[in-house]
Structure formats: C-alpha cells, structure tokens
C-alpha cells in the first residue's frame, strides 16, 4: 500500500470541531478520487466517530484530546484511510448491545457503530496502548463505486 498525503488534527474534546473534521474529510475525500456520494458516507462515518470519541471516550473532558487522521492511499486500489483516537478509558467492542435487537430497536442512541461498519469499506475498533480507543476506517474508490451502504 503506497500512501500519498496525511492530514493531522489534534484538539480538545469539544463537538465545536465537527464542522473543521467535516471540511477536511470531504476535501481529502475528494482529492482520494472517491464520488460525492461515497464523500458523503465518509463524512457521516467520521462525524459518527468523532462524537463518539468526544462524547463517549472523553466523556466531554476539555484537557483530553482527540486525534484524526486522514491518509489518501495511492495502491491499485486507491481511496482514503481515517484513524480516530480519544484519550479516555476505552471499552471492549464486542460488550457492546446489538442495535437491531428488539429491545434496542426504539433506542435514541446506539446505533452508530453500525452505521459506521456500513458506510465504510473495512472498519477496526481496538484499545491503543495508552488506554483510549482507536478507529480504522478505509473507504476505497473502486468499492465506492459499485457499493452503496446497506444498514
């Protein structure tokens, strides 16, 4: 896998930053080659991470920070890798409830994982050394094109 540019944020806990994570996302998108409607999709997904690192991982905590990442891949098959990083006491991934069980179907909340694993081509969740929770999402312009997300 050959990578071309990297982009870099790191900021404070706070859901003031989505609309600058959103920018990015659909301007790295774009120069990775992938349609509007998959620049879409990966922003939702971002987005979708993003408040989760601050809302969930964080916990809103000001003095920790999240960190994204954006790689456009420039392989056979390119597109854009997204590592999301928080700062806060992580979680297993597989404790979490199955959104689409019947007692969770009415639920305000609880959804977004999935979401995520739909919009994106491959998906990892995983527990960094340091404690908090890491994000891995690739989205690949030529799956792009013939997949639209399925939930």
């Known amino acids: 896998m050959t990578n071309g540019n990297i982009v870099r944020l790191d900021f404070h ?3 003031d ?3 600058l994570v959103q920018v990015v996302s659909d301007h790295i998108g774009r120069a990775a080659g992938l349609d509007d409607e ?3 999709w990966v922003g939702v997904a971002v987005r979708e991470s993003v408040i989760n690192a601050i809302k969930h991982g964080n916990g809103y905590d000001a003095g920790k920070r999240v960190h994204v990442e954006f790689t456009t891949l420039e392989d ?8 999301i990083r928080d700062e806060g006491c992580g979680f297993d991934p597989t404790s979490l409830p199955d959104p689409l069980a ?15 694993r ?8 995983q527990r960094t050394p ?5 994000v891995r999402m690739v989205k690949r312009v030529n799956d ?8």
């Open 130 to 134: 340091d404690g908090g929770m890491e």
């Open 102 to 116: 019947d007692e969770n179907l009415l639920k305000t909340s609880g959804r977004g994982i999935l979401l995520m």
């Open 76 to 83: 056979v098959n390119p597109g854009v890798a997204i590592r």
């Open 38 to 40: 998959s620049v879409h």
């Open 144 to 151: 792009a094109e013939c997949r639209t997300p399925s939930i």
């Open 118 to 125: 739909s919009f994106m081509d491959e998906m990892e969740i």
């Open 13 to 15: 806990s706070s859901l």
């Open 17 to 19: 930053m989505l609309d």
